[in-house]
């Protein structure tokens, strides 16, 4: 990939993946990006999206536009889960393997792995087993995705890669009170118990499981360098193997932020899977070794832009209330 001159597209480049990507792929030198938002470019419209690559014709393209969710919205609303994430996956594939871009990497997640399976999950773990259920139609969307670029590369060379990265977290993350995954619900709730001055902070289930968790400038370099130096069918997970327990990792955001009450363990709603975490054997064969952000580090930068965040939006609707989210 040569970054004076290819045409780079990052798809979803105003989400959390998309925009790490951009972010190295710009410190990197890279000069040709192309970037539309959704309200620019419904990838969702098969007839806009052909159109799109026919006028660019980009020669890289990052897939990383897809429509994500934590577990209520998964289970609110898994028609557009399903619906849109095969759409727009089936339209960005096949309109770039028809105009001729030389190469497209694909995000799966990790959960498109059975519920059950051994860890840590290698990637032949792939439909050995029952999915999770509050989460299926966007993992079964997903695992058509990664088929699909397996088959345009059987049936017609087209050089598609498919990575599954872990549970990711970072600046851009979303911080929704419903919507969002752990790490920025965590930050979110910590950092409104530390305005409020509350007494404890109530998490639910035993804080044993174990979760790994990937800083997501990580993965953009990650990714950029499978973009450059990979090219098969197999696909590849992309994790940190840095694996801790949600008691940990309450700790450490309650640290972050700075929030001074009790952490509780409500051990009467349910835990989830006990453990799950990516073999990434293959990644670091492909790569060698690599440095990881250490999860303080990463969560104080994700703190950082959470508070930008919140305090943009606080000026922009309640210019009073934002002095008090500054303390
Ligand atoms: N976050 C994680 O922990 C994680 C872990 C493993 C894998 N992944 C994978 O990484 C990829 C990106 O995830 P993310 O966390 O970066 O998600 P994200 O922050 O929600 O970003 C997704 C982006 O896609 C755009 N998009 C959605 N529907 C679109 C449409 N119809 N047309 C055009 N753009 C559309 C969104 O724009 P709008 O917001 O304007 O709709 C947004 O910018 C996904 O494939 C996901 O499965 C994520």
Not at 46 to 67: S, T, W
Not at 123 to 150: D, F, H, V
């Amino acid at each position: 990939m040569d970054l004076q001159q290819s045409r780079i597209y990052v798809a979803g480049h105003r989400g959390l993946v998309g925009g790490a990507i951009v972010r190295h792929l710009t410190s990197l030198g890279a000069r040709n990006l192309i970037l539309r938002s959704h309200r620019e470019l419904d990838l969702s419209n098969q007839a806009a999206v052909d159109e799109f690559f026919a006028a660019k014709r980009p020669d890289y393209v990052f897939l990383a536009a897809a429509k994500v969710g934590g577990i209520h919205a998964n289970s609110t609303y898994p028609a557009e889960f399903i619906r849109d994430n095969l759409a727009i996956q089936t339209n960005v594939i096949h309109s770039a393997w028809k105009h001729r871009a030389k190469k497209l990497l694909f995000l799966g997640s990790s959960c498109i792995y059975p519920r059950d399976c051994p860890q840590p999950i290698k990637e032949e773990y792939l439909l050995t087993g029952p999915l999770e259920s509050t989460n299926e139609p966007y993992a079964i969307a997903k695992i058509a995705g990664l088929r699909m670029c397996q088959a345009y590369r059987r049936e017609h060379g087209f050089d598609a890669i498919v990575t599954m990265p872990t549970n990711l977290y970072g600046p851009g993350d979303n911080y929704h009170p419903e919507n969002a995954h752990v790490i920025p619900a965590l930050i979110r709730r910590f950092h409104e118990s530390k305005l409020s001055n509350a007494s404890d902070i109530n998490i639910w289930g035993s804080g044993k499981p174990l979760r790994e968790f990937l800083y997501v400038d990580d993965l953009a370099r990650a990714l950029v360098l499978l973009m450059e130096h990979y090219s098969g069918e197999e696909m590849v997970n992309v994790g940190s193997g840095i694996e801790v327990s949600i008691a940990t990792l309450a700790h450490a955001i309650s640290n972050v932020v700075g929030y001074e009450g009790k952490i509780m363990f409500d051990h009467s709603k349910p835990d989830g899977t006990p453990r799950k975490l990516l073999d990434c054997s293959r990644m670091r064969a492909l790569l060698g070794p690599t440095v990881m952000t250490a999860l303080e580090d990463g969560l104080t930068k994700t703190y950082v832009d959470f508070r930008d965040n919140v305090l943009n939006a606080q000026r922009d609707m309640h210019p009073d209330l934002a002095q008090d989210a500054e303390k």
